[in-house]
């Protein structure tokens, strides 16, 4: 099959986070840059904050010479690791201001608009530098020219500036251009982000295309994890609330070694308590892990089912305030689902719509189109009190969600709320093959 030269050029920006196998060395290396990249950004936020104050002009990049123009005489333990740890704070601050500013210009409500920078906090587990694309280079062990790397060794090796060599656990799936590495600490863990400038063939031949001419109205909710305009319905599988007895064992160990117990409280931290903060992160890290990667697998499968998806909006934050639902919502984590159905739609040309927060899309009757508000949320079966049109509510909300579009575009015809059986067998496929558990609904009940 022959590519056409336009095809070749038309480029995509991927990501690819991949663990490190990281030594004592190499930890005590990126905790000194971490440390670097937090001061950094502290001082030249202390100064941006001067400024405002005195009411005069900010900019970010007169304070980044200010800062190079004296390092190396007050500050000369930065010049220990990277220079993109003390160089690239100035760009993210610039960069965080610059959106500030503009959102406070634009019409945006005061909750969805970006706060101020503030200070960073020395963190023992977590933290991350940048290392630009000029100095990010990805070896082989036999490519490199060292005596201490055989030259049948196949393993790949990211080289950290005044460091040296450091195995990646896996090999970057994508040929391309690196622009740019991040270097994080989750827990006990390091790894190392990449942002990889490749082609659209490679995209396109690392993920597969069967978007069908179809819309779906996805409503979200507690009990499932997603229902689908077409009866679907797919299991959340509540990976916090499966392992809370195991968490709380754990905890209850935790509470039990010596540890201050008081802000004054200065009893030493004992050498059992931090390995058992240890336990307990891992096993916070495994939840995390699985619910991103049940994210990842559903968006997945959406995107490459359906041209155009409706979404419903949510105030999580409002949500996330209820005791009794905090911690079922936070257990499906609605939001970074939705962002990453957004995020992957864009890379593959697909249409996400999404209503108006205050649409009452579970109440409102797709018969007579009148709004039931007396309809509890224990109430599963929507039953109209005016025509008597029944159906299931989750089911109903998610083809209320398809009309948003239906409306915006001015099409009256239904057809796009339906899948052929050949389509429709296909996503109930890919939803097994990924292991996502799911329920089928016929519409009216």
């Known amino acids: 099959q022959r590519i056409s030269s336009k095809a070749l050029r038309m480029t995509i920006t991927l990501s690819h986070k991949i663990e490190l196998k990281a030594n004592n060395k190499f930890k005590t290396y990126c905790r000194k840059a971490f440390g670097v990249s937090r001061f950094t950004w502290n001082w030249a936020l202390e100064r941006v904050n001067d400024k405002r104050e005195r009411k005069e002009k900010i900019d970010v990049l007169e304070l980044k010479k ?13 010049m220990e690791v990277t220079k993109y740890a ?7 601050l610039k960069r965080a201001l610059s ?14 608009r970006k706060g101020f920078p503030v200070f960073k906090k020395k963190r023992y587990s977590s933290g991350s530098f940048y290392i630009g694309g000029d100095l990010a280079v990805v070896k082989k062990g036999s490519e490199i020219k060292d005596k201490r790397f055989e030259a049948s ?16 656990r896996e090999e970057i799936r994508f040929p391309g251009k690196i622009n740019s590495v991040t270097i994080s600490q989750d827990g006990d863990k390091f790894f190392a982000s990449f942002s990889i400038e490749t082609s659209e ?17 996805c409503d979200w909710g507690v009990k499932d ?24 064992r754990q905890q209850r160990k935790l509470a039990k070694k010596q540890h201050p117990r008081t802000k004054g409280d200065k009893t030493p931290t004992s050498k059992n308590y931090i390995k058992q903060s240890r336990k307990v992160g891992k096993l916070y890290r495994r939840i995390k892990a699985q619910r991103l990667d049940e994210n990842e697998k559903l968006s997945t499968v959406l995107v490459r089912h359906f041209r155009v998806i409706c979404l419903e909006t949510l105030n999580v934050k409002g949500m996330m305030s209820n005791h009794r639902l905090a911690k079922a919502v936070a257990d499906n984590s609605p939001y970074a689902l939705k962002e990453m159905i957004k995020r992957k739609s864009a890379l593959r040309e697909r249409t996400v719509v999404e209503a108006d927060q205050f649409y009452a899309s579970s109440k409102t009757c797709r018969g007579c189109g009148k709004v039931n508000k007396d309809l509890k949320l224990s ?20 083809k209320n969600l398809t009309e948003v579009y239906i409306n915006r575009v001015g099409l009256a015809s239904p057809e796009l709320l339906k899948l052929k059986p050949v389509d429709l067998t296909a ?10 558990a799911t329920s089928r609904v016929e519409s009216g009940i």
């Open 225 to 248: 994890l997603l229902t689908l305009s077409n009866g679907i319905k797919i299991k959340g599988s509540k990976h916090l609330k499966r392992r809370q007895r195991q968490l709380a």
């Open 66 to 78: 200010e800062f190079n123009h004296i390092k190396r005489r007050q500050y000369p333990f930065v």
């Open 379 to 398: 109430d599963r079966i929507f039953v109209c009190p005016k025509c008597g049109f029944t159906e299931d509510r989750d089911v109903q909300a998610a």
């Open 427 to 436: 996503l109930l496929d890919d939803l097994a093959i990924n292991g996502l």
């Open 153 to 168: 060794d196949d393993k790949t090796y990211l080289y950290i500036p005044k460091f040296g060599w450091v195995m990646l």
């Open 99 to 112: 959106q500030f500013f503009d959102d406070l210009k634009s019409d945006k409500s005061s909750s969805k």
């Open 201 to 217: 063939i490679v995209y396109e031949g690392t993920h597969k295309e069967n978007a069908q001419e179809a819309l779906c109205g």
């Open 86 to 92: 003390s160089q690239q704070p100035f760009i993210f």
